[in-house]
Nanobody, 120 residues
């Protein structure tokens, strides 16, 4: 079973920075993509940034030029560096990973989230 655990969320002031971390554990054969999503109260869960290990990185318009997503070499750690935070970045941030367990069993797993709150 694949498990993801996020950390790094906090209450900060507008303009400050935070780095979120996600640790992935389990009997994973390969990881195809990893990403960060966020959900504000009463809103849908939206994709923020994503790495496709076959090539390509995605950023939501709201994250471009402020956020940077990166993973470690072993693909069991995902990070989100968030700079110039704004009150509208306030949300629960979730880590997602997709890949294979063994040769043919796909997984699509989520962490429980970490709260980011940005005060004005």
């Amino acid at each position: 079973q694949v498990q993801l655990k996020e950390s790094g969320g906090a209450l900060v002031q507008a303009g400050e920075s935070l780095r979120l971390s996600c640790v992935v554990t389990g009997e994973i054969a390969s990881v195809r993509q990893m990403g960060w999503y966020r959900q504000a109260p009463g809103q849908t869960r939206d994709r923020v940034a994503e790495i496709h290990f076959g090539g390509g990185t995605y950023y939501a318009d709201s994250a471009k030029d402020r956020f940077t997503v990166f993973a470690n070499d072993t693909k069991n750690g995902l990070f989100l560096q968030m700079n110039s935070l704004k009150p509208e970045d306030t949300a629960v941030y979730y880590c997602n990973a997709q890949g294979l367990i063994g040769a043919v069993s796909p997984f699509n797993s989520w962490g429980r989230g970490t709260q980011v709150a940005v005060s004005s």
